[in-house]
Structure formats: structure tokens, C-alpha cells
């Protein structure tokens, strides 16, 4: 087999392949390909102007075939170009893919232990906490004095997001001394006991089942956002470049605040939805009371469908009463059996069309009886 190509593939790889493809039954083959110096592959990777200098050297003129070790090993380095930046653009996806790969492994593992957990208490109360000190530590930070503090402002967020009423202004009226963590020991604390009298007329079970539900709604929502988040920031981090900073590395630090970001949403808005639902005694599972008892109705198709044509009759005239045993009423309601169906039978085997007449006189039986049973 002759392979011949119009041009060089931008791997040597494939052009291997093509070589490969000429060989039969222990025939190598032959292949020649044909190449312009204008092609993308040399004009792109390889070094036109100095490969038409050097032929116009030796006196080539335009038109004529060039078969040159020289060319092909230009050739070949101009497909090796091709290759390393291949290379280094599939390395360069793996790096970039990698990150997205390591925050998913971390939301599937916390994804699995909430499925195979059977009591999710212990997470929602250490979600609860969190909130609190963010809250605090925004209202009242540690490094501000005293008189900077804002426990109005404290005790309004506490109540629109988490739905308790915490004299924090008392508290520290009649604690001056009071630490920022002290005051959120005591929110916790005031939280702890209004969730557990909301959460009273649930059964322990259903209300562990709701949390988990709750958990895993608020996790997939706000992780599917966070995937578009990402694709559209890694749609224009490569500006970054033009900035002289490293765009792969920037990529790495702003995925990490955008994971970290979505973590706290999630604990934030799982904490809010618990905290201010509601839950009424009519969220425990009721058992079930059994069905009542229906009579049954049996119903034969068959007699139902021979009494129904008995039943669109006309009333027949009552016979005059005579001497002698009276059947029961049960045989008097039973329809009367339907009247045998006679068999049609010939009175002489069937023939075909092609087959001989049966009266012998040797032709087919359409040319013969036949034609005569059509006729009439």
C-alpha cells in the first residue's frame, strides 16, 4: 500500500501511525509526503525565511520537489515545538483541575460522613457556635474597647438571624468584666435551650433525619453555585498576566477565599434555617390507623357477559301457573347455556391454485375447475 499525504501532522506521532498503516502481509509499503514551506506547521514553528534563503543558495527554484535531510529534520523540530506546547498545555489544565479536585474530595468525604452518620446534633451545634462568634467578633471585637462595643447592635442580629432574645446589654451591665467570649458562652448557652424547647414535641429520630436533610440541601446547593463561581473565575484569570503576576498562583489563592467562603455560607445558612423554623407535634411519624373492612364483590366476566344480552330482552309474557315441582330461585336466575356452535367442515379437501384438478385432466386447478368456481 502507497500512502500519500498533502501534509505534516502537527505530531510525529500520527505521521507514525499513517507510515504504519502502508505495511501489509509483511510488505513495509511506501509513503512520501508532500509539504509547503507556507503550511501553519512550518510557518508557525519552523523558520520559513531562513529555509528560502538557504534554497535559494544552492539555486532551487520555486515549483521544484525538495528532497532534503536538511528539511526534514527542520520538519521534525518544528513538530517536536508542537508537541512540548501541547504538553505544557495539558499540564497547565491537570494543575488548574487539581484544585477543583482537591475541594471536591473534601466536600464528598464531609457529604459521606453526613450520610452515614445517624445523629448530626454534635455538627449543627458546633455550626451554631461558629455563627455566634462571628457575630460576636463582629459587634464586639476583642482588640476595640470597651466603650466601642455595640450590644444593641449585637442583640438585633441575634434576634433577625437566630431568632433569641439576648440581653446582652444586661449582661454586661451587671458584668462589667464580661469577655467577648463570655458573652458568647451565654449566647450558646441561651441558644442551646431554645432550640431544645423547639425542637420538644419532635421525636428525637425525626428531628435528627430533618437536621440531615437540612445539612445535605444547604451543602449541595452551595457547591454547585461554587463550581460556576470557579468556571467563571477561571474563564479570565490569564489578565492576571498582564499584571505580572503568576495567574496559575492566583487562581490557587482565590479558589482557596471562595471554598473557605462557602464552607462558612453553609454553616451560616444551616444554623438560620434550623433556628428559626418552627416544629409542631404534628412533625412526629402518626401511626397509621388500619383501613376499614370493605365487602367484597366477586364478579364472573364470563356470566356477567352472557346475562347482560338476556337482560336487553323484552320482558316475555309470565306462563300461566301450572301443576307440578317448582324449581328454586337460584336455578331460575341462572342464565341458559348458549346453543353449540356446529363446526364447519368441506366435503372435499381443500385445493390449491397450482395444484393438479382433481378431475384429471391434468391441468393446474385455476386453469381448470377452477376458473369455473371463479366464473360463478
Known amino acids: 500500500l502507497r500512502i500519500v499525504g498533502t501534509e505534516r501532522h502537527e505530531s510525529r506521532r500520527i505521521d507514525n501511525q499513517l507510515r504504519g498503516r502502508s ?24 523558520d520559513p525565511k531562513r529555509t528560502q534563503g538557504m534554497l535559494s543558495s544552492v539555486g532551487m527554484r520555486e515549483g521544484e520537489a525538495i528532497e532534503s535531510k536538511l528539511l526534514s529534520r527542520q520538519i521534525e523540530r518544528a513538530q517536536r515545538k508542537v508537541e512540548a ?19 471536591r474530595r473534601v466536600v464528598y468525604e464531609r457529604r459521606d460522613e453526613l450520610l452515614g452518620s445517624g445523629d448530626v446534633s454534635d455538627i449543627v451545634a458546633g455550626m451554631r457556635d461558629e455563627m455566634v462568634q462571628d457575630l460576636v467578633a463582629q459587634h464586639m471585637p476583642e482588640d476595640a474597647a470597651d466603650e466601642d462595643w455595640d450590644p444593641a447592635s449585637l442583640e438585633k442580629a441575634l434576634s433577625l438571624e437566630l431568632g433569641a ?10 458584668s462589667p468584666e ?5 458573652v458568647a458562652g451565654r449566647v450558646n448557652d441561651e441558644l442551646d435551650r431554645l432550640y431544645r424547647e423547639k425542637t420538644a414535641p419532635v421525636a428525637p429520630d425525626v428531628m435528627r433525619h430533618i437536621e440531615r436533610v437540612v445539612l445535605l440541601q444547604q451543602l449541595d446547593h452551595h457547591w454547585k453555585e461554587h463550581l460556576a463561581a470557579m468556571d467563571y473565575l477561571r474563564q479570565g484569570i490569564h489578565l492576571r498576566g498582564y499584571a505580572q503576576r503568576n495567574p496559575k498562583q492566583e487562581y490557587k489563592r482565590e479558589a482557596f477565599e471562595m471554598f473557605t467562603e462557602m464552607l462558612g455560607m453553609v454553616a451560616r445558612q444551616v444554623t438560620v434555617t434550623l433556628c428559626r423554623a418552627q416544629f409542631s407535634a404534628a412533625d412526629k411519624p402518626v401511626a397509621q390507623a388500619p383501613a376499614p373492612s370493605r365487602k367484597l364483590q366477586l364478579q364472573h366476566d364470563e356470566a356477567s357477559a352472557l346475562a347482560a344480552p338476556a337482560a336487553r330482552q323484552p320482558a316475555r309474557p309470565q306462563a300461566p301457573a301450572t301443576r307440578g315441582p317448582r324449581r328454586p330461585p337460584a336455578a331460575r336466575d341462572m342464565p341458559s347455556p348458549p346453543a353449540p356452535v356446529q363446526t364447519y367442515r368441506r366435503a372435499r379437501p381443500r385445493v390449491g391454485r ?23
Not at 85 to 103: C, G, P, S, T
Not at 354 to 375: E, F, L, M, Q, V
Request: with cysteine; glycine share 12%.
Open 23 to 46: 505495511g501489509r502481509q509483511g510488505d513495509p509499503g511506501a509513503s512520501r509526503f508532500y509539504i509547503s514551506l507556507e503550511d501553519s506547521l512550518m510557518r508557525i514553528f519552523g
Open 85 to 103: 506546547h501541547n504538553f505544557d498545555v495539558r499540564k497547565q489544565l491537570l494543575e488548574y483541575d487539581d484544585v477543583a479536585n482537591d475541594q
Open 354 to 376: 397450482n395444484d393438479p384438478c382433481p378431475c384429471g385432466s391434468g391441468k393446474k386447478y385455476k386453469r381448470c375447475h377452477g376458473a369455473i368456481s371463479a366464473d360463478a
Open 178 to 182: 464580661l469577655s467577648p467570649d463570655g
Open 165 to 174: 432574645d439576648a440581653p446582652v446589654t444586661e449582661w454586661l451591665g451587671a
